[in-house]
């Protein structure tokens, strides 16, 4: 065979196979658009959470029409995605999904500044929100381990704005979140994060908040650290 026929076939073979395996690496990423997905995933949203259910179930929900609209999709196999349902609820504006409250429950925060409430997810296909009175003041919220949160306020007229006034929840049981403390008149806090402890100081001294799981935890590692192998 002619040198140079054989090199056009070579040539050949090669482009052949490049353009397989461009295939095959353009096919290790798929993009699926609204059209492609159930009618839940189409249309405007305006906030998404992603739920996991004790059985297992991962659920995506996704806020419309100001809040009141929750529509919720089976997104357990990315490749099967489903429609479940929708619901209504009677929310005052619409709002941002903050933080897991448990297994079963997750805290909200409204955008029009009027405060907190719950969505209750005992059954992930009828989501129940809640107002609960201890979340409607304006306040901004932070996680203290897994079954405590801190709600801190600074424009309340019990506390200026330059000592903001701390109020500590516990949400083991999201259904009824427990107040355990509140402290008004902050003037400083300090955090240790690797034992979860918050110091709290305002004109009756100090007040520590705990998180005992953290505190295990650290333990632990510095156990582990003094005892290697």
């Given at each position: ?219 632990t590692e510095e156990w582990q650290k003094e005892h290697p192998?």
């Amino acid at each position: 065979m002619n040198q140079s026929i054989i090199k056009i076939l070579i040539a050949s073979t090669f482009v052949v196979a490049a353009s397989a395996q461009a295939e095959v690496r353009s096919k290790a990423i798929v993009v699926e658009s609204p059209s492609d997905l159930p009618e839940g995933a189409r249309g405007h949203g305006e906030a998404m959470y992603l739920h996991r259910t004790t059985e297992g179930r991962a659920i995506l929900y996704i806020e419309r029409e100001q809040g009141r609209t929750l529509a919720f999709l089976d997104v357990s196999d990315p490749a099967n995605i489903k429609a479940v349902g929708q619901v209504s609820l009677d929310a005052p504006s619409s709002y941002d999904f903050v933080q897991d409250l448990a297994e079963s429950a997750v805290l909200i925060h409204y955008r029009n500044h009027s405060g907190f409430a719950v969505i209750g997810l005992n059954d992930y296909r009828q989501p129940v929100l809640k107002n609960e009175p201890a979340y409607l003041h304006p306040s901004r919220v932070e996680p203290d381990g897994s079954n405590g949160m801190l709600l801190i306020s600074t424009n309340r007229a019990s506390a200026p704005a330059r000592d903001p006034e701390y109020e500590v929840l516990n949400i083991s049981n999201p259904s009824n979140p427990t107040p355990l403390a509140t402290i008004q008149g902050v003037i400083q806090r300090v955090d240790r994060p690797s034992t979860g402890t918050v110091f709290l100081l305002n004109d009756q001294g100090l007040t520590v908040v705990r998180c005992l799981a953290a505190e295990q935890e650290h333990k632990t590692e510095e156990w582990q650290k003094e005892h290697p192998g």
